[in-house]
């Protein structure tokens, strides 16, 4: 039996998030929110765990109130059971604040085993919560996880490195953050959909997790945001027309010219 | 915030990217006017090639524990040397292990960490570095600050350049033996990855392709005209990780690799933000596309509106004729 928990973070599609280049602006209206993709692996990940050796997972997520959605998937492709972690509180929180926020979640879940998270948030690919929070919680991380086998109270992950796909191994409770390679996340089942409305989510505050408000959100966040401006392009965008027997030298031209093809 | 805390630190557990840092914070410490440092973790070094890329100083530790990477340690013996020395910034190289080691070594000094900064810049009245960073897939710059110290920001090989090496440096070179915990993770086995063709990261020219390329055999075209440049052969995300064209080492995306050549080719790719952040340290990009309206458009030097099996022939000709008469 084994009682993993699952971070889930609610993003933006990424891939249709769009600059609206006359106001400067991200365009987030429309845009549907979605379950971080490498979060969907973590999920996925503890659903198998589960089925091989038995246990509850609890997902969880800090959030506004609409990432009770995520979690509803969450319910949906496996999970028993969810926890949102929401108020205005923890709003401006970066990684350490809001590792500070899933660190007292988890506590108050006593007795996990297994935490799971994605490696990195399709919105900020920041890196940084996992090994925040494990660092708070006092937990071995084992990062970018592409293979999860339990072996009694041990756990042993195949990572992927950049020159080496390395085999560790670590004592139970750990955190592990998975790639996208590990799994393919499943569909729920229209059962499983319906399902998930009748599986119990708690809600809880600053206060239910006995938070000081300077702990939490812009007070207890290290970073702080200065300025947020929008990203365009600084490249020269030369448009080359016309017939492709006369683009092709033109351009060929061009990159000799710059020294880019040199030393080929 | 406390004055004590001077400085600008160094690490990376890769050589190469050690040096590349400390070009960066040779600017840094001297804007500062203060001292540069790197640490040096089992790099078979004696410190003194850092000291010719423009360390002042150098931390060298020697530690059988610590001879392959593993975070705890590499925490514990970084927040030794902080805690004792309080440097004012610390930037950390934005390998694999890196960025697993900076938000860990962060919490534990519980300071401010920005990942994957993209510039570096002083606050006008030197107080504080300016970290910019890319976020919501490109679409955003975000600048930031770090309220306490040291102030740690990751960064990706290939942002800065190394001060050439000057034998004549002088600088401190100190051995130093942090205490470290026994790591709480046992390394099993490691498998090395077999690198097919050139490694994206070293490719001075790379030709890249996507979904505008219909079918598995069509690779020849591309693979054909990377040949005729000499370029190494990568794709966007789909290709290798729906359809499996290439293997998962040759993508280049924000979760790929990210590459950083002279000129890249981006054939039939439509320029998914993803794909972009991967391919921003490029010098020169080229898009063949036949959409007018591809977003990869936007972000490239000469942009190509045709169709990818008319324009890369006719481009491996004129490569070839130009070449010749050169």
Known sequence: MVNIVVLVKQV????????????????????????????KNAIEEAVRIKEKHGG????????????????????????DEACLLTD??????????????????????????????????????AFQVGPRLAEICNLPQITYATKITLEGSKVVAERDLENERQVVESKLPCLISVTREINEPRLPTLMAIMGASKKPTNTWTAADLSLDKEEVGFNGALVEVLRSTVSVGDRKRIMLLGEVAEIAPKLVKALLQEGALKGS | ??????????????????????????????????QLTAVSINANSDGREHVQHGADRVFLISDPALSTFQVDGYTDALTALVNEHKPDVLLIGATRNGLELAPRLAERLKTGCVTETTRLELDAEK?????????????????????????????????????????????????VEPQIKPSTTRILENKPKTAKGVKLG????????????RKKEDLAVIEEFAQTVGGAVGCSRPIAEDLHWLPEEQYIGLSGQKVNPKVYFACGISGQIQHLTGIRGSRIIVAINNDPKAPIFEFSDYCVVGDLYQVIPALSNAVKELSKSQ
């Open chain 1, 12 to 39: 933006y599609q990424s891939a249709d998030l769009r600059v609206d280049r006359s106001t400067k602006t991200l365009v987030t209206q429309g845009v549907a929110r979605v379950i971080s993709e490498t979060d």
């Open chain 1, 56 to 79: 509850k997972i609890t997902a969880i997520s800090m959030g506004p109130p609409e990432a009770k959605e995520a979690l509803r998937e969450a319910l949906a492709m496996g999970a």
């Open chain 1, 88 to 125: 205005p509180l923890f709003e401006g929180s970066d990684a350490h604040a809001t590792a500070n926020v899933l660190a007292a979640a988890i506590t108050k879940i006593v007795d996990f085993d297994l935490v799971l998270c994605g490696n990195y948030s399709e919105d900020l690919f």
């Open chain 2, 1 to 34: 915030m406390s004055q004590e805390n001077k400085g600008v630190w160094v690490f990376s557990d890769l050589p190469a990217l050690a040096f590349e840092l400390l070009g960066k914070g040779r600017t840094l410490a001297d804007q500062l006017a203060t």
């Open chain 2, 127 to 175: 107080k504080f570095v300016l970290m910019d960073r890319v976020t919501y897939g490109g679409n955003l710059v975000e600048t930031h600050i770090s309220r306490s110290r040291p102030q740690i920001a990751t960064i990706a090989k290939g942002l800065f350049s190394p001060i050439p090496a000057d034998p004549s440096r002088k600088g401190e070179i100190v051995k």
């Open chain 2, 202 to 213: 070293d490719a001075s020219i790379i030709v890249s392709f996507g979904r505008g390329v």
